[in-house]
């Protein structure tokens, strides 16, 4: 098991930028998962409105975890953000929503849904072996990841820009992240960090 090694490879504070230069990455995959996972944080009810109708069916649950007084127990959001008033969804704000949605279903129009939240986007896949380079891929831990808000793979803080991630097998890959950074117009940018 183990996990990926993540390189960054573009930085703006262009949102719908970003999600282009990830989408250009992945039309370089030579395979592509069929589903996509997406997690957003959300901060409105209209945001929380937009995420639940391009995230049918997502999971919902509160940004910081919640206990019962009593028993101490997690507890779980019940909240159905797709059929629940705008009082409802603002009593229980900031929520996080996270699926697995085809591939064909996230477009641009999710970098505009989600606002300022934290969002990671990641299509999982596999590169094309490089055989020249003796470079090979890896189906369990290649792909591309687009975190809005943030600037590790492993989501940790808010970030006033938006990062562009390649995930290049378990042992990291400077050499094809480089390849695929200059395929967009980017660079490798910082330290390779741990991905998915």
């Known amino acids: 098991m183990g996990n990926s090694r993540a390189h960054a490879v573009f930085r703006t504070t262009d949102a719908e930028?970003?999600?282009?230069?990830?989408?250009?990455?992945?039309?370089?995959?030579?395979?592509?998962?069929?589903?996509?996972?997406?997690s957003a944080e959300?901060?409105?009810?209209?945001?929380?409105?937009?995420?639940?109708?391009?995230?049918p069916g997502a999971a919902v649950d509160w940004i910081e975890s919640k206990r019962d007084p009593v028993t101490g127990e997690y507890l779980y959001c019940a909240l159905d953000a797709e059929t629940a008033r705008d009082d409802e969804i603002r009593a229980e704000l900031p929520l996080y929503f996270s699926?697995?949605?085809p591939v064909a279903?996230?477009?641009?129009?999710?970098?505009?849904?989600?606002?300022?939240?934290?969002?990671?986007?990641?299509?999982?896949?596999?590169?094309?072996?490089?055989?020249?380079?003796?470079?090979?891929?890896?189906?369990?831990?290649?792909?591309?990841?687009?975190?809005?808000?943030?600037?590790?793979?492993?989501?940790?803080?808010w970030t006033p820009h938006h990062t562009v991630f390649v995930h290049v097998g378990k042992w990291g890959?400077?050499?094809?992240?480089?390849?695929?950074?200059a395929a967009i117009g980017g660079e490798v940018l910082g330290d390779v960090q741990i991905g998915w």
């Open 42 to 55: 959300v901060r409105t009810a209209e945001e929380a409105r937009s995420v639940a109708r391009l995230l």
């Open 105 to 157: 279903t996230v477009g641009p129009e999710i970098v505009r849904a989600v606002g300022e939240g934290t969002t990671d986007i990641s299509w999982h896949g596999q590169w094309p072996d490089d055989v020249e380079a003796d470079i090979h891929s890896s189906a369990q831990y290649d792909g591309v990841q687009l975190v809005l808000h943030g600037d590790k793979a492993q989501i940790d803080e």
């Open 17 to 38: 930028e970003a999600y282009a230069r990830a989408r250009r990455l992945v039309g370089l995959l030579e395979r592509v998962d069929a589903e996509v996972y997406v």
């Open 99 to 101: 699926a697995d949605v």
């Open 173 to 181: 890959d400077l050499s094809r992240a480089g390849k695929l950074a």
